[in-house]
């Protein structure tokens, strides 16, 4: 706004007066204000940023753990399961063992 009253009346009058430098200053405060802004905001989003990556990092981490461990559970459910299997057909040759034996009737 200060910037368009400071190019009016330049451009209205053909030379600078008072209000015109009075105007350009307004016009210098309020880019610097803007500038801060700026800055302060680019400030803000890098720390954002910086916080969203360690996250990340974090849990990336963390799934890699998890992934590892899931791993480890499946394979001692597969040994698990494979020794519950052994036992049971053994239990089973055993059972079939001593029908064989009976005595017919």
């Not at 480890?72 to 053994?90: G, H, K, M, S, Y």
Request: proline share 1%; net charge negative.
């Amino acid at each position: 706004l200060a910037a368009v009253r400071a190019e009016d009346a330049v451009y209205g009058e053909g030379s600078l007066n008072i209000g015109s430098y009075t105007d350009l200053k307004h016009c210098v405060g309020e880019l610097k204000d803007l500038t801060d802004d700026a800055f302060g905001e680019r400030e803000d989003s890098q720390a954002y940023n910086r916080r969203y990556q360690r996250e990340a990092i974090r849990n990336f981490r963390h799934v890699k753990r998890l992934q590892r461990k899931g791993s480890q559970l499946q394979l001692q459910f597969q040994i698990e399961n494979n020794v519950a299997r052994t036992d049971l057909d053994n239990i089973l040759k055993s059972i079939s063992h001593m029908v064989s034996e009976l005595p017919e009737v």
